[in-house]
């Protein structure tokens, strides 16, 4: 038997899966301090609760690649696509809930797809959603709490925000019917410039005069103030008004890395009004590392009864984070241990010390199979611990160890309480 | 469309993740200070590697269990009913990885099989394992940090530990062939008492003479040193003298809760050396905590070529620890939020005050959708948080905020560097 992993997944090992965790901690942090809850949902859903109309929808890409499988019971099961429609799911069936519901979820996510660069059949979402809410401030919120996480990561980004009533009146105003055609084509801006889209949309039959219409209104770079002049219809200036109100409540909050971008889109997804997205400035990495909006209707849909129940999200990219940093830093740590302690003839009173450095909060590992010194300094080395502790008879008598920085490879003899300073400096 | 989960699976409401999520920190703290690295295994494996007979074996329950699918190519996949399989496999597929290799996995695993208390289709599983050393050292670290963990979770427990080359040994002495069915009877000792047991291996047809004799060895409380006089195998012995070991090792790390058991078996699975399990002291819940021993011989099976690879490790139940907090504390917390803010006209103001607060590391939550102030206050109350920060006018002049303790009504008007110490008492 050959041994491998199933096509398509991958082993995190841990020089990633340290990164990842501290990615994790970040994103977790910054979602409480803004008193967003956690959530776990199954990763097994209903095959029907997949397929709704009102989640990926029997036509949908999504539930193409979903994972199929049934329980003894011969139920139809799926593995869940995204994290948006078990939230869905949990809120329909917990009517009685309080609103806002603020809750962040992060964990795999499957899509039996075909596998190509950063297309994996498991991966993680990160998403932080709030419920119950139609006031901009919960868009201020959200976009506040990313601002937060990503300076937490040491990311500089840009976040481009829009608001599809906005561009819907643009569209109407300018009378542009294939609205979604239109979409797709105007969305790319960023990437193929006006030229470009306008080709596009000359190749897929729009008039020239409406193509020259409509640039008049979208240009990359035109401000809120800008448009304000040009839109003439309701829906338009509704969403100029609501964007507005975003940059009052952001400014008050001191967010700064927001940016208005008329032409952002997102795609043909189910949002109803804002839309943002994330990307990293003067970076290798062009894909959006994270993105979101409001989406007043699914959750409503799924409940019935013509309820409404506004909602607005955000989903970040564990995979492009994790893409981002691992460009920046080499993945050098296997291991959380900062100290790798070497008896030479001193296991019993080597024990205690270890535990003493454990009991003072430094993460320490210890020879377990007898080894020489240069095998045991072959062995840090290769896991990437940056100090080794050298325990003698010589040492215990004057009650020291031999600290050795592997960087450097000095050496020094230190007291117990000098090297837990040391240590607790380490990252 | 009647909503609901799949069968056997379940959310993890707030109240329930925010424990949840402490526990799981706890642990990885725990891991971590004794140098073990996370490994993130896939939760689809290839069906051949979860039916290959070093893991489940092709008659086991957990294959029976196993939920079978396939992906578009039509291969055959499963989700993984452990975390021990897929560590293997990732060994095994790694054979140049320095030795040993210390890791901790926490995540879901699945069993398809019948529904009852305690027993889902979908759980986390938390296990640490030390792959590539012999040494009793390995046996001691991992008990050793089990005492920690316990401690951190404020859970007073008992770690029971037994060799299963001792077990052999007394069977062997006293001439018992069918071992397999004495083992399960000898490991209900604890719960059915000498005569439980004696009942049972009678009714399974071992003659009285050699249970008698099995007695004289396998009594509740017999100590190493009063079995040593005992026990005229090698075998035996040896199980002996790897215990004793393993105690000095233990006396010199400070571990007081591990206990000798000599009924301790820890049923048929694949160990080979030591076993252990961790069970409450005088609490409710008597299923065990942990558990888990040495396995010498599933890795370096799947590897083939007759190489050997040592293992030790222990599995810490999620659930049953989980319950036993539950039992303890009452769930309250509905968001990580310690305080909420009501402005009262004073949107742009309170916004800066909110981003202050979250800056000093306090958990804030904010009223979005500009409720008065006694539906802010129940609204508070029902997701169980502690403080609530009131934000008039009046407040605003003399630069302080009305601060109400939730739990006894109680308010006071302090400035906001008062409000942040306050707060960061708070837990």
Redesign the interface.
Known sequence: ?K????????????EE??V??KVVSAL?ETF???????????????Y??LA?KFAAGEASDALKET???T???K?N?G?RFDLTV?LA??V???PTM???F??YELG?V?R???IRAGRV??FWQCDVD?I????M??E??IL?LVQ?AFRKLNLDVVVKVNNRKLLNGILNQVRIKNKEEAIIAIDKLDKIGMEGVAEELIEKGFEEEKINRLFELIRPGVSLEGLKQKINNEEGLEGLRKLKELF??LK???VDVVEFDVSLARGLAYYTGTVFEAFLKNGKIKSSLAGGGRWDDMVGN?MGGGRGVPAVGIAFGIVPIMETLKDKEKLVE????KA?VVPIKT???S??I??QL?EN??????D???RGVSKNLQ?AN??GIPYVIIIGETELKVNKVLLRDMRSGDQELLTLSQVVKKLKLVN
């Open positions: 038997m041994l491998q992993t199933a096509k398509g997944v991958q082993d995190v090992p841990p899966k340290i990842k965790n977790q409480e301090s803004y008193g967003f809850a956690p959530l776990e949902t199954p990763l097994l859903e209903r029907e609760t709704s994972f199929k499988l329980d003894q019971g139920r099961l593995l078990p799911r949990f329909a069936m917990n309080k609103m806002p603020k809750r795999p499957f039996d797809g075909p059949r498991q709030t119950g809410s139609k006031s401030l919960a201020a919120e506040a937060k009052g409540y008050s909050m001191d799924f296997r291991t959380p241990a790798y296991v019993p009173d024990l205690k270890v535990q454990r909060g430094i993460n320490v590992d210890f377990l199979n007898g062995y290769s896991l």
